[in-house]
Each structure stands twice: as C-alpha cells, then as structure tokens.
C-alpha cells in the first residue's frame, strides 16, 4: 500500500523473486505509470518493472476492495508533518482502516513508514482488532522501518539489512520469514516499539550531526576559516570522526520529520528533545545563511539583489534523485524572489517547477545562461552537473556543496559557503 519512493522498490524486489505482488495507490496517476511498466523513480530500473508488469507478477490498482485476497499487506505510506510540526499519521489510518475492513485470519500487517514509537501497537492494532480477530492467534502485524536511500546505487533494498519488530514473537518470526526472501539480512528485534525507535535514532542521528556540521560552517565563516578543508583533514583520522556536510538546509521525506516524531513523543511523555530542537533550528537557518552570502557576494561587486539574475543550479534535496519535497531550494527561491530577484533554475532531474507560484521549466545549462545570470547558486551536487562548464562562465558563483578545489585554490569568482 503506497507504491511511491519505498512501495515500488519493494514490490519490484518481491516480484522478482516470485511473488505475485498488488500495489494499492490512491494516486492515479502512479497507478497507470505502474501498470504501463513506466517507473517514476529514479531507483526502479524500467526494464525490471515493465518485465515484471508483463509477466503479471506485478499489478498495480486504486481500488482497495480486494486487500482480503492478499496474504500479506505491507503499509508504505506517507508520514509527513503537520504546519505545526507535529506528526500527520493519517495516510497510516486510512491504510489501516482500509486493511481492518476486510482483515481476515492469516494475513500478515507490516507497517514500514517512518512513525513515532508505539504507533504499530497502539494505534494500528485497535484498529486491527477492532473486528474481533486477535493478534498472533488470527493474525500478524509487525514494524520494519524502509531504511533505502534514494539514489545510492551501492546500499540499495536488497542489500541493505532489515530491522524487524513483531507485535507478538509469532508476528515476528512471519515477518521475518517474508523479508528473508528478498533482502540478505534481517535483525529481528524485541517489540514493534524498538523497531520504530530504531529508525528515529538513525535519522535523528543524521540530523543532528549534519546540524552540527553546519553549525561549524557558520563558526568557521565568522573565524575566516574553509570548513570544508577542516572536514577533508578531519576524515583523515581512521577512527572516532565520522564525515557530515555542511549544505543550504535539509529536505526529503526523512531527514526534517522524523526526529520531530521522536521529539513529539517524547514531549507527549514530559521530555523535551534538546538536540533535536536545536539540530532542527540550525538546519532550518541554512537558507537564510545562503540568501545572506548571495546577499554579500553582489554586494561586493557594487550589485543589489533587488532586480538581479539569480539562477539557482539544483532544486532536489540531494543528489542524483527528482524528489523535490521539502527541499531547502524552495526556500532560497522564495527569499530571493521577495527581496525582488530574478529566480531561473537548471536541475536536470526536475524538467518543470512551481518557484513562488509560478510554474517554472529547468533553464538548460549553457555558456549563455551561465553569462547572463548575475549569481549561479549551486544548491545540489548532481553527479552529471558540468561544474566547470559554470566555473568558466557564471560572472559569480555561490557554492554550497564545494564543488570547487580545496585548499584556498579558488577563483575568485567564487564564495564557497
Ligand atoms: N523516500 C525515502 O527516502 C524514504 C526512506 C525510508 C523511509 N521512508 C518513509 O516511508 C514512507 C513512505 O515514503 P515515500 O517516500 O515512499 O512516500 P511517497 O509519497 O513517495 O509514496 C507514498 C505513496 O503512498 C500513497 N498513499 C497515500 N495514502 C495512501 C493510502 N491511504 N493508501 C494507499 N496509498 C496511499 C501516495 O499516493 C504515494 O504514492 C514514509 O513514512 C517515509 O518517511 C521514506
């Protein structure tokens, strides 16, 4: 249920080895690419999918009447954030109540979005059991956090070990028996609760520490310092340091909300998350950091942002994926715009754009776009982007992923975060 950026990898992965797999979707339009074998993410090779659509091991509907047909349901739905930040589960309640109205003996529940602790035993197993049926005697429902990572094509579903949690050991040990037939390891865990939590620890230790990073990168500004040569030094010690990056904000689905999942619960239980809030505000101000170098960088050529050609290269949250959701850029974009500048983009995964309320097309990469643009503003590292194409003809540079020489060796063009 879900077929987005964590449901499809998964049902291919199944498909192959056999399963006879039904992606449910509310999104119609997801639903035809699917059934068409047309994949719209980046990391489901077409071929795979048109293959497996083909050959019907892989069939994809909008219509949630046959979910009792199916022996195992596995919930891949969105867990974003409320405006005020705290969690919005209700793609989860509508799955589950989906999945509780037709629940019968022997099927196996599996939820895998991101979701505060206790969400699994809590609030979907009510739900669940509402009809009449018990868990662990009639039957399963367990937690396994999707611990992908859109783009990395070494660390990918199949390899990468998963964490699972049973609501009973029975449910356990069924959820294990399934996941061992597509990913090489499994690490059965205690309860659905330590799995949930599992997954906030590792992206709230992300988090934190890209927080951290971007803390040293404005302390190193004010010190005149290259924070980026400090990290490359830093890394050189074999053991006890761990590379983080400094960069203009944090997007995607995982990064900014799931330590606010683990913070709200806590704060539901009397505690208050301290590195959490304070990782979360530092992130936060990362964009008012680049705005502000924009800012001081045409400054310093006699320039005003007010009227100037701002072309900002890269609108994804990171590289080498089309996910824009959440993305710092947004931000960068609306704060140019307000103060009066141009705002063009070029990112070769995301052809068309809403900047500030207008639908937008990614400018293409060329000398003259380059020399027309007062400031180029490299956002994401894309591992196709042409850098020295923009090193050699953007007037000015402002680079936030040091896509440039190390060591002091810049042009002076270029004002590196
Ligand atoms: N994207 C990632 O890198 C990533 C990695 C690990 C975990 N996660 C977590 O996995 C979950 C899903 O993330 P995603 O990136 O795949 O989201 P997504 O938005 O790409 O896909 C979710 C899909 O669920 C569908 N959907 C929504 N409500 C539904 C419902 N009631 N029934 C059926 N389908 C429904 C949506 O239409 C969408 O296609 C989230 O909890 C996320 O935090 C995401």
Not at 205 to 223: H, P, S
Not at 230 to 237: F, G, N, S, Y
């Amino acid at each position: 249920m879900g077929l987005g950026y964590v449901g499809l990898p998964l049902a291919v992965e199944f498909a192959k080895e056999g399963f006879s797999v039904t992606g449910v979707d509310i999104d119609g339009t997801r639903v035809e690419q699917a059934n068409q074998g047309r994949s719209y993410i980046p990391d489901v090779s077409e071929r795979d999918l048109a293959r497996l659509v083909r050959a019907k091991r892989l069939v994809a509907t909008g219509a949630f009447d046959g979910l009792s047909n199916l022996d195992v349901l596995i919930i891949c739905v969105p867990t974003p954030l409320r405006k005020t930040r705290e969690p919005d589960i209700s793609a989860i309640l509508s799955a589950s109540q989906a999945i509780a109205k037709s629940l019968r003996p022997g099927q196996l529940i599996v939820l895998e979005s991101t979701t505060y602790p206790g969400t699994t035993d809590e609030v979907v197993l009510p739900m669940l059991e509402a009809g009449g049926l018990k868990v662990g005697r009639d039957f399963c429902l367990a937690f396994s956090p999707e611990r992908i990572d859109p783009g990395n094509c070494t660390h990918t579903t199949r390899t990468i070990p998963k964490v699972i949690g049973g609501i009973t050991p029975t449910c356990r040990d069924m959820a294990t028996l399934l996941y061992r037939q597509i990913v090489s390891q499994v690490v059965p865990v205690s309860s659905t609760k330590v799995a949930e939590t599992v997954k906030l620890l590792e992206n709230t230790f992300r988090a934190v520490n890209i927080g951290l990073v971007n803390e040293i990168a404005l302390m190193c500004d004010k010190l005149g310092l290259d924070v980026w040569e400090v990290i490359e030094a830093a890394k050189t010690k074999p053991f006890g340091f761990l590379a983080f990056y400094p960069g203009p904000g944090i997007g995607g689905q995982c990064i900014p909300h799931d330590p606010m999942y683990l913070a709200w619960k806590a704060r539901v239980h009397g505690f208050e998350a301290r590195f959490i809030e304070l990782a979360d505000h530092i992130n936060r101000y990362m964009p008012h950091y680049v705005v502000d170098k924009i800012v001081q960088a045409l400054n310093a050529r006699k320039k005003p942002l007010n009227g100037s050609r701002i072309l900002l290269i890269g609108l994804t949250y990171k590289k080498d994926v089309n996910d824009t959701r959440d993305s710092p850029a947004f931000e960068v974009a609306r704060m140019l715009s307000e103060r009066g500048a141009q705002v063009d983009y070029h990112d070769p995964y995301v052809p068309t754009a809403e900047l500030n309320g207008t639908r937008c097309r990614s400018n293409p990469l060329t000398q003259d776009q380059l020399r027309r643009a007062d400031c180029v503003v490299i956002l994401t590292n894309h591992s196709t982007l042409d850098y020295s194409l923009i090193r050699r003809h953007a007037p000015l540079i402002v680079d936030t992923r040091n896509q440039y020489d190390q060591a002091g060796r810049a042009p002076s063009n270029l004002v590196k975060l």
